[in-house]
T-cell receptor, first 113, second 114 residues
Framework: DQQVKQNSPSLSVQEGRISILNCDYT??????FLWYKKYPAEGPTFLIS?????DKNEDGRFTVFLNKSAKHLSLHIVPSQPGDSAVYFC????????????FGPGTSLSVIP | DVKVTQSSRYLVKRTGEKVFLECVQD?????MFWYRQDPGLGLRLIYF???????EKGDIPEGYSVSREKKERFSLILESASTNQTSMYLC?????????????FGPGTRLLVL
């Protein structure tokens, strides 16, 4: 049973608009959340993270929002650029098992010029 | 820059063959991981190691084994390859601790088992 879910396998957005990628989790023991980005033929790379004590973290064009009561987080990319086209994985960690990262299935984002 | 290298980018093997996937990292990381990536399932942890000669099962260890004789090298072994092990295999390394962003991935090995 997947503990980290990304219900949209794919998303298409026009260049310059906002991309919103969603993620839901089931385990209330998760206390650290991450987004990874993966281009074809490359390994995933870390993008942005958020601790469960926060509800927002921003890094340039990327913002992650966390709603603990809903067990939901989202990644906003503003403005979207064609180079953002990639697969985005939502991931989570438990305080008792920090070295392990639990990944979601991924959302493939296409930014159309 | 952290570098994680995997011995092959593409591999084709026959059912029943023993398969070795090698991973090497150059940053003296304690932790190393093997994942497989499948469409709709994301990255699933097969095994990880937090020290030389130490290993722990991940979520899907069946049909796999691992070896870590040196800190920089972590090998994934398919004892008898089967078609359902056709997948993208990703190796990662990290420092121990609470920050998941310290996981650095190799480029992956796409394995096809015929």
């Amino acid at each position: 049973d997947q503990q980290v879910k990304q219900n949209s396998p794919s998303l298409s957005v026009q260049e310059g608009r906002i991309s919103i990628l969603n993620c839901d989790y089931t385990n209330s023991m998760f206390d650290y959340f991450l987004w990874y980005k993966k281009y074809p033929a490359e390994g995933p790379t870390f993008l942005i993270s958020i601790s469960s004590i926060k509800d927002k973290n921003e890094d340039g064009r990327f913002t992650v929002f966390l709603n603990k009561s809903a067990k939901h987080l989202s990644l906003h990319i503003v403005p979207s650029q064609p180079g953002d086209s990639a697969v985005y994985f939502c991931a989570a960690q438990r305080k008792t098992s920090y070295d392990k990262v639990i990944f979601g299935p991924g959302t493939s984002l296409s930014v159309i010029p | 820059d952290v570098k994680v290298t995997q011995s092959s980018r593409y591999l084709v093997k026959r059912t029943g063959e023993k398969v070795f996937l090698e991973c090497v990292q150059d940053m003296d990381h304690e932790n190393m991981f093997w994942y497989r990536q499948d469409p709709g399932l994301g990255l699933r942890l097969i095994y990880f190691s937090y020290d030389v000669k130490m290993k722990e099962k991940g979520d899907i260890p069946e049909g796999y084994s691992v070896s870590r004789e040196k800190k920089e090298r972590f090998s994934l072994i398919l004892e008898s390859a089967s078609t359902n092990q056709t997948s993208m295999y990703l190796c990662a390394s990290s420092l121990p601790g609470p920050r998941g962003e310290t996981q650095y991935f190799g480029p992956g090995t796409r394995l096809l088992v015929l």
